[in-house]
């Protein structure tokens, strides 16, 4: 298992070598050669050594390659391919093979087949066509497992193995018999008697408590609402059911094959029905994959959100990047290709944000199949192509950036998500449409564009490493969990909580006294009642401190009361609540008194400058950019450490991006956590730290140059900031370092 490290930290020992043999940097993709000719398969081989390629994954939908007919065989393929891998020094991450099930095995077991909540079964003809709850199928996808592990134990090309491929992709929630009956089991084992379950599930509302756990469903279709709680359970026996299949496919290789660690491709930042952090001590290493959506102009910041996520669930641990896109996919409205140099700033924008490999589905565009317009490593076009030329291009950058390996990100600021709390908050009979990936995301988005580097952490996670704590609507929490929060702030950290936050406990039960129940005596604040907006209706917050004409406020608004040590930042203008308490802060712990929102902007920019969320010098021009440090957002002296009284700000109501762009940068100035020069617009810059390096990653989204002055203070007193490598172009770095439209350059500096 690996160790868990602090952030920032580098423990080289707490790493399992999952890509022992590799020089540097993981590069490639999955591997699909029973697609093709032998003549394409060869000359494959030398194409790959041509980009750099040293890892690919093989076998992913094999079964029916492999097993054509039950019981015969044919290894012959697979046994060519690992040994030419081997021979051209390319390593392999093999996979079980079990992603889509041959035709021959529903076709005799059509009890296997998935079901919907309304009762329909899906039928064979694509992928993941199957129950993972029912034995009969896992029985053959462990006895698939134990085949490969075994033929393939001792190959010298294999260094990891890839179980299955995005478990729960397509059949993440199943309503058939056996999920039913495998979700009664999970129920007895968590509550342990019906009393238990009818307490959790509050049955006796509506008549629906249980004398018998035969009587239990799934929530199939109905007439009206289902139980709320009953559906989170359902959602969380899901997830553990995905999870316990992944451990099936594990312990079958690893009774074989101790020695070889092993991984499955997580969709993270993409997919809300899997609870990642459950999962993540059940993996050697983590992976991940993501792709990103062509229509939207802020699609890299949701890539680094995913990456963040990523390295949150991989408790700060380098993780592999197992897919994504050179160009376009498939399964969008509209399938466009990406923008000159994108595929390289998706691409490192990942290794800045924790990953130890770059991978891509897939190696060579399919010429058939649902996915055969899917770009590739290898375009339609061949290599005489744009693709190919900066494929080729990127594999010299990944191996330029070999010693970023094993090195971590730094950040003092969390970010708190939940899977349960997103899916308690996502059910209807809630007093609005809250959708809790909104405010994850507004926040997440702010914090980007002021330069700060996020670790996005369970609820459950230790959080005295940080300075800043958002907790954005955290719905459901557990009173241990909200401690954490409480305790981060008696610590000294600022905290940000947002409305429809600690409503709940972990069984979907109100918190009776006032909301934010589970927060309410940390923020100082009582909301009676919710008055949700109309859809297009507004409203405007003041306060002294705030810009002139106030923020905009939509969606959301409560029926507070602030107590007498509470500062009152804004309150409603107008609306159904003038007055009322919209936006506070409460000054937490008794060593010391931490300056006050007035004090901070005494001291730092003004009431319309930060209003503006750092715009200052955010046209992307090399002269505007000019004093923009190379700094990691979140580092250490960034803006001076946290004093030893912490705050706790509550948001009540869903600002517009401006307003909360201008909480964000208040609250990050007072926990110290902001770079030590505006970032222009459109710039990101992260650092990883290894023992006696750092590596600075900026990455230019923009159409313009942007200059950074590598003299200006650095993220650490023991950081040499005058003086450094650039390691893609070799060049050394002295006082300023210019970054091309569109290009991503990464600084070498030592410390210690």
Partial sequence: MRRRTSPGSFDPAGIRPWNAGLDGLAFGGDYNPEQWPDDVRLEDIELMREAGVNIVSLAIFAWATIEPREGEFDWAWLDTTMDRLHAA??????????????????????????????????????????????????DYAVAMAERVARRYADHPALALWHVDNEIGCHNPRDWSPAAADAFRDWLRERYGDLDGLNEAWGTAFWSQRYGSFDDVLPPLDTTAFANPTQRLDFDRFSSDALLDYYRDLRDALREITPHVPTTTNLMAGSHKEMDYFSWADDMDVIANDNYTMAADPDRHLLLSLSADLTRGISGGDPWILMEHSTSAVNWQERNRAKEPGEMLRNSLAHVARGSDAVMFFQWRASKAGAEKYHSALVPHAGTDSDLWRDV????????????????????????????????????????????????????????????????????????????????????????????????????????????????????????????????????????????????????????????????????????????????????YDDGPLPGRPAITRRTVGNDGVRPGPEQVERTGPSAASAGQAGSAGHEG????????????????????????????????????????????????????????????????????????????????????????????????SDTDATSGKELLTGETVTSSLTVPAGAVRVLRRPVG
């Fill in 89 to 138: 020094g390319i390593k392999v991450a093999l996979a079980t093979a079990t992603a889509a099930a041959p035709p021959w095995l529903t076709r005799r077991h059509p009890e296997i087949l998935p079901q919907r909540s309304d009762g329909t079964v899906l039928a064979q003809g694509s992928r993941q066509t199957y129950s993972i709850h029912h034995p009969v199928f896992r």
């Fill in 392 to 571: 080729v291009g990127l594999g010299r950058a990944v191996k330029a950036l070999g010693e970023v390996r094993g090195s971590r990100v730094a950040a003092r600021t969390a970010l708190v998500l939940d899977w349960p709390a997103w899916w308690a908050c996502d059910q209807d009979v809630h007093p609005t449409q809250v959708r809790y990936p909104d405010q994850v995301l507004a926040w997440y988005k702010a914090l980007w564009r002021l330069g700060v580097t996020v670790d996005i952490v369970p609820p459950s996670r230790d959080l005295d490493d940080y300075d800043l704590v958002v907790v954005p609507t955290l719905y459901l929490v557990s009173d241990a969990d909200a401690a954490r929060v409480r305790a981060a702030a008696e610590r000294g950290a600022t905290v940000l909580v947002t409305y429809f936050s600690g409503i709940a406990d972990e069984n979907d039960h109100i918190r009776l006294g006032g909301y934010p129940g589970a927060y309410r005596d940390l923020l100082g604040v009582r909301s009676e009642e919710f008055f949700p907006l109309q859809e297009d209706e507004a409203v405007r917050v003041t306060g002294a401190s705030l810009p002139d004409g106030g923020l905009t406020a939509g969606l959301w608004t409560e029926k507070s009361t602030a107590a007498a040590d509470v500062e009152v930042i804004a309150a």
């Fill in 621 to 716: 021009s090399a002269a505007q950019a000019g004093s923009a440090a190379p700094a990691a957002s979140g580092s250490a002296g960034a803006s001076g450490p946290a004093s030893s009284a912490g705050s706790a700000w509550y948001v009540a109501t869903r600002l517009s991006d401006d307003g909360v762009a201008h909480i964000a940068r208040r609250v990050a100035e007072e926990a110290g956590v902001l770079p030590p020069a505006p970032l222009p617009e459109g710039v990101e810059v992260v650092r990883r730290v290894a023992d006696d390096a750092e590596f600075v990653f900026l990455i230019n989204h923009t159409d313009a140059e942007v200059t950074f002055d590598t003299g200006a203070p650095g993220p650490s």
